[in-house]
């Protein structure tokens, strides 16, 4: 069964009043049952992180794309699986770099975090490092039950809540995180930590059911353009900017 993805980034109010651009990013590639997408936040303090989150989003999903193609990624193994998300977030640390010397400006200038799947369908990973959040729900709409409870790649703050962790860290293999989702996903969701308030459950244990439940109606009923478009209205609703002034990503990735 084919992946069908719906992905949309919002400029929070924040940004707009200060004339600065939206810092987050998303990438997707689909493959048949393969599916590599990444969902980056820039740090609101770095001054090139809108260039960082769309660099680190488009390297990352090209390079687990190539290594899932050739059965290179390590799907069924977790340290291997660990290898090739470093591999790829070395990579686009290493085109960062190169573009912050050319710049001769700091590499935390272009400060982002990264949350992102790879998988097949039929058994996948998370792979993180600071906040945002990724839910992988096993089963279609309505059809949840307490045996099959959704998988979440949770974020990683610091000793403050506003405080996190970045793929331009010096840290940043310590904080990479994977996780496994070992059922078949019907239902895939990344977010950067802007669309949270409204998209999550309270304690963030899964999909906050009034929210997706018609959105993914809705989706699942129209094109990838067309439900990315009002995927985009939604996230630049005055109604959900009201909820929160920060930038907002959200990629819902539908299976079957």
């Given at each position: ?27 997707f590639?689909?493959?048949?049952e393969h ?24 390297t ?8 899932l ?19 790829a ?9 190169e573009?912050?010397?050319a710049?001769k ?60 962790y ?12 994977v ?30 059911k ?24 939604t ?22």
């Amino acid at each position: 069964m084919a992946w069908r993805i719906y992905a949309a980034s919002a400029t929070g109010t924040s940004h707009v009043g200060k004339g600065i651009p939206c810092q987050d990013a998303f990438a997707f590639h689909a493959d048949g049952e393969h599916l590599v997408a990444v969902v980056c936040d820039g740090a609101g303090s770095a001054s090139r992180s809108d260039e960082g989150s769309r660099l680190v989003a488009d390297t990352v999903t090209r390079v687990l794309s190539e290594r899932l193609r050739s059965g290179a990624a390590g799907l069924d193994d977790e340290d291997a699986f660990e290898a090739s998300a470093s591999e790829a977030i070395q990579i686009a640390r290493a085109a960062l770099i190169e573009i912050a010397d050319a710049a001769k400006v700091s590499l935390s200038s272009y400060a982002a975090t990264l949350v992102g799947f790879a998988g097949d369908g039929q058994r996948g990973w998370f792979f993180h490092i600071g906040d945002g959040i990724g839910v992988a729900e096993a089963v279609s709409a309505g059809e949840a039950s307490a045996d099959q409870p959704s998988v979440v790649s949770a974020p990683e703050n610091g000793e403050y809540s506003n405080e996190t962790y970045f793929v331009t860290g010096d840290a940043w293999r310590q904080h990479l995180r994977v996780l496994a989702v070992t059922a078949p996903t019907a239902r895939l969701a990344l977010m950067s930590d802007g669309a949270m308030p409204f998209a999550m459950d309270k304690g963030n244990t899964g999909l906050f059911k009034p929210f997706i439940e018609p959105v993914a109606r809705y989706l699942a009923s129209v094109g990838e353009d067309d439900g990315s478009r009002a995927l985009l209205g939604t996230l630049d609703d005055p109604r959900t900017h009201g909820i929160t002034s920060d930038d907002k990503t959200l990629l819902i990735a539908l299976r079957g």
